[in-house]
């Protein structure tokens, strides 16, 4: 039982420690919070966007994929369970926006759902991860081949790319701009940002020029 108890525990504790923006899991994270302003990169990535406490919300560096469309991977969550990435697609010509969530590997999915279970079945109750479980650990290379069942070509549009989650069935939304509204203004990030920086003729560069 000891042996089994140790498993149990290292996978989940494994879990924990795969996000790469991975923040120590202590009280002190809600006693000390500061709500810092957003600080931004020159190549567009960016931290300090989370508003509120244990809400960490950070930016990779912004990729153009062609024809005038950026990604940017963005980590959100708080510090325990992992972070989840998800993606923030832009079109520089016509301002279209999509939010593509990461998903799980089925084969890390599979693992995590069996700890969990080892750990109710030993203990009569839940690991504290549970409730997290299917909004935690999300990563956006699970979208993308090779690993994952979508591919950006060149051709690439944001109505394609939203046609691919449908038919993979793979969560998104087109309701950025109301969900950036949302943020406090002095943590908010510009999704456009790759526009100056990777089409500075584009329209949206014109529009929402990228600042730090």
Do not use: W
Request: charge should be neutral; charged fraction near 20%.
């Amino acid at each position: 039982m000891k042996v089994l108890r140790f498993h149990i525990l290292l996978a989940i504790a494994c879990v924990l420690l795969t996000a790469k923006a991975a923040v120590a899991c202590s009280l002190d994270a809600t006693i000390h919070y500061v709500d810092q302003p957003i600080d931004v990169s020159e190549d567009g990535s960016f931290v300090e966007a989370g508003d509120r406490p244990n809400h960490v919300v950070s930016g990779l560096k912004i990729k153009a994929i062609g024809r005038g469309l950026t990604a940017q991977t963005i980590l959100s969550g708080t510090p325990c369970p992992p972070m989840s990435e998800y993606l923030i697609l832009a079109d520089c010509n016509d301002g279209d926006l999509l939010r593509l969530y990461g998903t799980y590997n089925r084969k890390d999915r599979l693992a995590i759902e069996k700890s969990i279970a080892a750990y109710r079945e030993q203990h009569g109750r839940d690991p504290f991860i549970a409730p997290y479980f299917p909004r935690s650990g999300l990563k956006v290379a699970h979208l993308v081949s090779p690993n994952g069942p979508m591919e950006f070509t060149k051709n690439v549009s944001i109505a394609s790319i939203e046609a691919m989650a449908r038919t993979h069935d793979l969560e998104y939304t087109r309701q950025v701009s109301v969900q950036l509204d949302a943020m406090a203004e002095r943590n908010r990030f510009n999704p456009f940002a790759g526009c100056s920086i990777h089409y500075p003729e584009s329209q949206m560069a014109q529009r929402a020029p990228f600042t730090r």
